[in-house]
């Protein structure tokens, strides 16, 4: 039996980029994880969702994985970059951009 931490790990190193959310992709189902998808969306990143309204684990799982209390929760390349109000800020900053490309994760304007 595979732990909670083990299958949280196995995500987040088996993709380069996971957001860790309430819902889907394709039907987020709250606020704030729509809002970190449509950014993902707008800069043409590919990235894996883990819905954690399906599992209980898992959603208390990755609060305690990063001791960060909220989800959604962005990862790229293993590193756990934030919630929804980083990742707003940093787009806006055009700062998520720069990092995805500095981590080798391309995006729509690259491709």
Same mark, same amino acid.
């Given at each position: ?17 996971? +957001? ?5 992709? &394709? ?8 809002? &970190? ?14 819905? &954690? +309204? ?32 980083? &990742? ?7 700062? +998520?951009?720069?990092? +995805? =490309?500095? =981590?080798?994760?391309?995006? =729509?304007?690259?491709?």
């Amino acid at each position: 039996m595979t732990s909670v931490t083990e299958r949280i790990e196995s995500e987040i190193q088996g993709n380069p980029v996971v +957001l860790y959310m309430k819902g889907t992709p &394709v039907f987020p189902q709250c606020g704030f994880s729509a809002r &970190v998808v449509q950014i993902l969306s707008h800069v043409g990143v590919p990235f894996k969702g883990v819905n &954690v +309204l399906e599992d209980p684990e898992i959603r208390e799982g990755i609060k305690a994985y990063t001791n960060w209390p909220t989800i959604p929760q962005l990862y790229v390349n293993g590193e756990f970059v934030g919630g929804c109000d980083i &990742v707003m800020e940093m787009f806006q900053s055009g700062e +998520l951009q720069s990092m +995805l =490309k500095e =981590k080798g994760i391309a995006t =729509k304007a690259e491709a």
